[in-house]
T-cell receptor, first 113, second 112 residues
Framework: DQQVKQNSPSLSVQEGRISILNCDYT??????FLWYKKYPAEGPTFLIS?????DKNEDGRFTVFLNKSAKHLSLHIVPSQPGDSAVYFC????????????FGTGTRLKVLA | DAGITQSPRHKVTETGTPVTLRCHQT?????MYWYRQDPGHGLRLIHY???????DKGEVSDGYSVSRSKTEDFLLTLESATSSQTSVYFC???????????FGDGTRLSIL
């Protein structure tokens, strides 16, 4: 069973508009959440994270929102740029502290020029 | 960029042969991880290491073994490769609790 779900396999957005990528989780015992971006033939690169004690974290064009009651995480990219076209993975770390990330299946974002 | 090198980057081999993938880091990080990425599954943890000679199983460890004899090297071995182990394998490293893991560029392994 998938504990971390990204239900949209793909998303297309016009350049300059907002991209919203979503992630849902089923286990309330997650302590920390992260977003990674992955280009073809490269490894995932860390983008932004959020602790479960917060509901928002911002870094430049990237903002992550956490809604614990809904067990929902979202990544907002504003404004979207063609270079943002990539696969985005959300990941969660359980409170057991074993550093065992649990990844979602990924969403492929395409930003159209 | 974190100093992580995976070798080989690509490998094609036959069912039943042993395969070893290497992850080398220059960051002196304590934790090292092996993941596999498959369509529809995202990244799944195979094994991880929390220090020299200290390893533990991840979500999909069957058919894989690991070794870490030095801080900088983490080896993943497929004792007898099967076609279901065709995948892209990623190594990752991290240093402190809740510090983000940093990934290598992956090894594409095809087992025919």
């Amino acid at each position: 069973d998938q504990q971390v779900k990204q239900n949209s396999p793909s998303l297309s957005v016009q350049e300059g508009r907002i991209s919203i990528l979503n992630c849902d989780y089923t286990n309330s015992m997650f302590d920390y959440f992260l977003w990674y971006k992955k280009y073809p033939a490269e490894g995932p690169t860390f983008l932004i994270s959020i602790s479960s004690i917060k509901d928002k974290n911002e870094d430049g064009r990237f903002t992550v929102f956490l809604n614990k009651s809904a067990k929902h995480l979202s990544l907002h990219i504003v404004p979207s740029q063609p270079g943002d076209s990539a696969v985005y993975f959300c990941a969660a770390i359980p409170t057991s502290g074993t550093y065992k990330y649990i990844f979602g299946t990924g969403t492929r974002l395409k930003v159209l020029a | 960029d974190a100093g992580i090198t995976q070798s080989p980057r690509h490998k094609v081999t036959e069912t039943g042969t042993p395969v070893t993938l290497r992850c080398h880091q220059t960051e002196n990080h304590r934790y090292m991880y092996w993941y596999r990425q498959d369509p529809g599954h995202g990244l799944r943890l195979i094994h991880y290491s929390y220090g020299v000679k200290d390893t533990d199983k991840g979500e999909v460890s069957d058919g894989y073994s690991v070794s870490r004899s030095k801080t900088e090297d983490f080896l993943l071995t497929l004792e007898s490769a099967t076609s279901s182990q065709t995948s892209v394998y990623f190594c990752a490293i991290s240093d402190l609790e809740y510090q983000p893991q940093h990934f290598g560029d992956g090894t594409r392994l095809s087992i025919l």
